[in-house]
């Protein structure tokens, strides 16, 4: 009697936040950054931070916005720094096995992308609006989680450009699925300019700001719940007692980069940035 084999287990998602001490410092090493407001100094792609201690920590974390550098406390890598260090090259830091670094720095930033949309395509299958379209992101969710599993000759090359027109059609339906629930007037801010804007108190519920500049905007107080903020520029946004529990898409660097109060009332699977006061 012959039996049909089963279907091999699909692979599992890989961790999405920061794992600092399971990576060698490659934000730290591999990015560029030059010097601004956000950078105390030029550094090149691939050098170390002249704050990077032998061990991979930074000898001024605690101290990172008062000495030149609040850059380095809005990244965050969604975890491709751990998966990078400890699954692409298995536990081998750049520093004991210097003919690795080079293809690891090279990495790093692709790894780093396709974590992004994994992050994205996980709270879209949470949202049951969404639930007409989650066989679909189920299968985008399959396809970025294999290639996060490649090694660093595939992963080079990758293009992830492609990938990311594909699953962001499906993020776009998952986003007019969600904001139709909205019982408020969606407003269409897609990429607009609204640097300085001043919207505080404003119900933006339903509105769209993908890819929108919000730079030093004034979103106090305002309502933000199914909200579509996908790369939505929030640099310098007050963001003080604003409501953005079910805002779609919003990331840990887009917080990190914003000012809020203790009011801001955040999605629960971001963590309230330490600077906010």
Not at 127 to 153: N, Q, S, Y
Request: some cysteine; charged content about 20%; glycine content about 6%.
């Amino acid at each position: 009697m012959s039996t049909t084999p089963a279907a091999p287990a699909p692979a599992p998602t890989p961790a999405l936040r920061a794992d600092c001490a399971n990576c060698f410092a490659l934000c730290c090493v591999a990015l560029p950054f030059a010097k601004s407001t956000d950078f105390a100094l030029n550094k090149a792609a691939g050098t170390p931070c002249k704050n990077l201690r032998e061990d991979f920590r930074c000898g001024i974390h605690t101290r990172l916005r008062d000495t030149g550098f609040p850059g380095c406390t809005v990244f965050d890598c969604f975890g491709a720094g751990q998966q990078v260090s400890q699954v692409t090259f298995g536990g081998r830091d750049w520093r004991a096995h210097p003919d690795t670094a080079r293809q690891m720095f090279d990495v790093f930033p692709v790894m780093r992308q396709l974590h992004e949309l994994l992050a994205y395509l996980t709270e879209a299958l949470t949202l049951p609006a969404a639930a007409p379209i989650h066989a679909d992101l189920r299968r985008a969710l399959a396809t970025t989680t294999e290639a996060t599993g490649a090694d660093a000759a595939t992963l080079i090359p990758f293009d992830v450009g492609t990938l990311r027109q594909e699953i962001n059609t499906l993020l776009l339906k998952t986003s007019e699925l969600v904001r139709a629930t909205s019982p408020a007037r969606r407003k269409n801010h897609r990429g607009a300019d609204l640097m300085g804007a001043r919207l505080g108190g404003a119900d933006l519920r339903g509105a769209t700001f993908r890819g929108a500049y919000l730079i030093a905007a004034d979103l106090s107080g305002a309502d933000l719940r199914k909200a579509d903020l996908i790369g939505a520029d929030l640099r310098d946004a007050n963001l003080r007692d604003a409501d953005l529990r079910e805002a779609l898409f919003l990331t840990q660097p887009q917080l990190n980069a914003a000012q809020g109060s203790p009011a801001t009332r955040i999605p629960p699977a971001l963590a309230r940035p330490s600077h906010w006061a």
